[in-house]
T-cell receptor, first 116, second 114 residues
Framework: AAGVIQSPRHLIKEKRETATLKCYPI?????VYWYQQGPGQDPQFLIS???????DKGSIPDRFSAQQFSDYHSELNMSSLELGDSALYFC???????????????FGPGTRLTVL | SQQGEEDPQALSIQEGENATMNCSYK?????LQWYRQNSGRGLVHLIL?????REKHSGRLRVTLDTSKKSSSLLITASRAADTASYFC??????????????FGTGTQLKVEL
C-alpha cells in the first residue's frame, strides 16, 4: 500500500538559510500534519491542513510557514534557520471523517534537517 | 507538562517475556494511539483505541484504556528482539474543521535481549 512520502530524506543547511520540506500524503487522504522531533524528544505538533486550509497550529515558529496544495501535497518552508531547528520533521496524513471522530494518522519516514 | 507521560522511561527484558508500558494524560480525548519508532526512523502506527473502548487487541499487542483514570497501557506479549524500539502513546483531540491533533508522550525505550 502507498505510504506518506517525504522529500528530501536528509538536508544540511547553514544558519540563516532557508529550507523547504515536501510531503505527499497517502492517496485520498485530505489532512496533512507536520511534527518536529528534536534529538531524544517526543514529536511535537507544528501545523495541520484539512482540504487545503490550515486547520490548527501548534508550536510552530513565525519563521516557518506551510501550505497544502490542490493535489493535497504540503510544503513546510523554514527561513532564517537556527541551530535549534536541527531535528527530524515528520509529515503525517489521515482521511479526516466528520468533526468529532478522529482517525489514524500515518507518518512518513521523516526529513532529517541538520543546521550547521 | 506533557499531555502524555509514559512509564517506565526504559525497559529491558528477555526475549519471550511480556512488556507493559503505561501512559497517562490530562485532558479529554477522542482516541489514543500507540506508535513505535526505531532509532532515528519514522513512526509506525500500532493501534488506535477510541475513548468509548476499554480494550483492544492486535496480534501480540493488547491496549487498555481507562478514561476515568486518564491512562492507557500497551502490553506486548512473547516479545522478540525485533520489538526493540521506542514506544509512544499519542492522544488525539479533534480539530473543529476535521482531523485531529496528536500530542505525544515522552516514550518508553524497550530493549529485548536474546
Amino acid at each position: 500500500a502507498a505510504g506518506v512520502i517525504q522529500s528530501p530524506r536528509h538536508l544540511i543547511k547553514e544558519k540563516r538559510e532557508t529550507a523547504t520540506l515536501k510531503c505527499y500524503p497517502i492517496p485520498r487522504h485530505d489532512t496533512v500534519y507536520w511534527y518536529q522531533q528534536g534529538p531524544g524528544q517526543d514529536p511535537q505538533f507544528l501545523i495541520s491542513f484539512y482540504e487545503k486550509m490550515q486547520s490548527d497550529k501548534g508550536s510552530i515558529p513565525d519563521r516557518f510557514s506551510a501550505q497544502q496544495f490542490s493535489d493535497y501535497h504540503s510544503e513546510l518552508n523554514m527561513s532564517s534557520l537556527e541551530l535549534g531547528d536541527s531535528a527530524l520533521y515528520f509529515c503525517a496524513s489521515s482521511r479526516a471523517p466528520p468533526s468529532g471522530i478522529a482517525d489514524t494518522q500515518y507518518f512518513g519516514p521523516g526529513t532529517r534537517l541538520t543546521v550547521l | 507538562s506533557q499531555q502524555g507521560e509514559e512509564d517506565p522511561q526504559a525497559l529491558s527484558i528477555q526475549e519471550g517475556e511480556n512488556a507493559t508500558m503505561n501512559c497517562s494524560y490530562k485532558t479529554s480525548i477522542n482516541n489514543l494511539q500507540w506508535y513505535r519508532q526505531n532509532s532515528g526512523r519514522g513512526l509506525v502506527h500500532l493501534i488506535l483505541i477510541r475513548s468509548n473502548e476499554r480494550e483492544k487487541h492486535s496480534g501480540r499487542l493488547r491496549v487498555t484504556l481507562d478514561t476515568s483514570k486518564k491512562s492507557s497501557s500497551l502490553l506486548i506479549t512473547a516479545s522478540r528482539a525485533a520489538d526493540t524500539a521506542s514506544y509512544f502513546c499519542a492522544t488525539a483531540v479533534p480539530f473543529t474543521g476535521g482531523g485531529n491533533k496528536l500530542t505525544f508522550g515522552t516514550g518508553t525505550q524497550l530493549k529485548v535481549e536474546l
